[in-house]
């Protein structure tokens, strides 16, 4: 398989302040790849020294397997979706689709016809002549990516082109994108700092945190199987206790919470005895009163806070018994839990599998 | 009663604030104006009697050196006014795009600093650099480029330097103004997009910066067509300007009828040339007043 984009060791400093730190990745021919961190972790910056617009400080850029060292934005085969979008409000759509290929000197009648195709492609057929501010936000989205895409870059660039829609459009626009990226092959590399875009999006995912990738991997892995503790909070939603190492043998270990509970569960790295750590656990991972049968599962008595209903996404808020920790527990609405009150104890098990824990840090 | 003396209210406001600029503008701008145009279409006949007649404006097209000059300052003006721009449209963007935030204002300062000083000091400032025995040729004579002074005032090169000197501030405040409201990744997102800093200047920065560059155009072209001292102190003796016709008029032949007519003519010019040039560019006067 043909690899896209290949960044090695790429630094950039501001002044004193590393904003990205020695980050490496290739990004295959066709993926899409994303890039997922907290506001302020050097997502953006990273992005510019792809596009060109900032020097890198060291380490070098190869799409395609040209060094990108010294090349203008204007001379780089990948184009850029600018988190404000940057339309041109003094053109119409057209005129804003054509710019690029405008720009190549390409003859006028094949300028119409792709604009034509791309309009169609990305469902704004008709939409040519409308000036910049009589379309929506999800239009506009729509302009911008195709805007781009009549250029047919290497690789397209995303800043977090979402950011600005209301929940529900972002939810649509999430799913069109990703079957648009599909039908038309090109290689996205999409920022954001929302976890469910990344997720739902993308064929790799990489985690960045404070100008370093913590993990890159399948959305599927970043969720199950966490390297990093940084990692297992930003992605989804985790419980986390902290305890110390009771004993342990191969990869799983006795961990004794803070508050005296016994778990036994499974650890990515080596662990001595006595060793703090930090536990995490998912809120679906937690079984709510049960079968007594099962022998496995590390069992604890809990009293529910409250109840908080919201669809499938309905969470239990409970504490353990004698502790004022909080934890969040996934509530299946199967009717199966009706039952269950605010005030009432109930028990709760999960298998040790399920957890993960991680030298304190 | 009492929505009664609410509206009595307001309207007393207004009349208050409308007063002195309704004052304002019949005492020193209309009164003045229609006597001037009176005054324009009247002559003194073989007995020194006043009377009307068209002969002050019959003279001017009658005597080449009259609209001559005209055409002179008007196609002068238009040049200055372009020149002014080409100069202040990378001032401006620079001011707003390139530099430092925090020096933007001390640039912009330093822009009005040469109107601390009257018009009158600045062109005298300039006359001392300039002149045959000034500091200009000093310089190239002492390193020796040159073996004898030459005369550097008194052309329309040097004049027209010192019109577009004068008149750069009232383009560039402007011109700041409407860069500064441009999105920087407008530009960013023309380049990724292939533009080179030609094509991102022609179809971005000016289609967005038109509203500033008529406002900043129209200030230049009526200082500089109804500026007298620069054209009159910098410029040849060739190089008439048409204010200095008017202030023939006024002053040395004391023709005050002549005058009124040519300074009516100047009017109806510099009116036409932003009309036609409000339409060249589809704007509109309210609008880019604002
Ligand atoms: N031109 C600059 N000069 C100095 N510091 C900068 C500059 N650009 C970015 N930074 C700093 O680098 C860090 C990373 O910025 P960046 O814009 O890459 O963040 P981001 O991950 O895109 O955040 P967000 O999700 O909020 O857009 C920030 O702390 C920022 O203050
Ligand atoms: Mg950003």
Redesign the pocket.
Known sequence: MQIDLSVIDITKK?DE?T?VERVSFEVNQGDFFSIL?P???????LLRMIAGFTEPTAGTIYIRGNDMAGIAPNKRPVNLIF?QLALFPMMTVEENIAFGLQRRRENKADIRKKVRAILDRVELPGFGEKQIDQISGGQKQRVAIARCLVLNPTVLLLD?PLGALDLKLREQMKVELKKLQAQVGTTFIYIT?DQSEALVMSDHVAVMNQGTFEQLDTPQNLYNKPQTPFVARFVGQNNAWSGTVHQGQERYHEIRTDEGLIFRTRAEEQLEPGQRVDLFLRPEAMLIQPDPGLTELNRFDVVVNSILFDGANSQLLVSPLNSRRELIVALPQNRQYDYIDEGDKIELGWDKDSGICFRER | MKAFSGKLHIQWTLVCFLTPVVLWLSLLIVLPHIDLLLMSFRTEDDSGRLMWSLSNYMLFFREPIYWLTFVRTAVYSILVTFLTFVIALPVAFYITKVAAPRFQGFLTLLLLLPFWVSELVRVYGWMILLRESGVINHFLLKTGILDRPVEMLYNDVTMIMGLVYTSMLFMVVPLIGVLESLDDSLIEAAYDLGANMWSILIKIIIPHAVPGIVSGSIVVFMLTLGNYLTPNLMGGKNSLWFTEQIYNQFIASFNWNQGSAFGFLLLVLSSLVIWVGLKLTNQKLSKVVK
């Open positions: 501001f302040f904003a961190g506001s302020g972790c050097g997502k953006t910056t988190q977090e700092h």
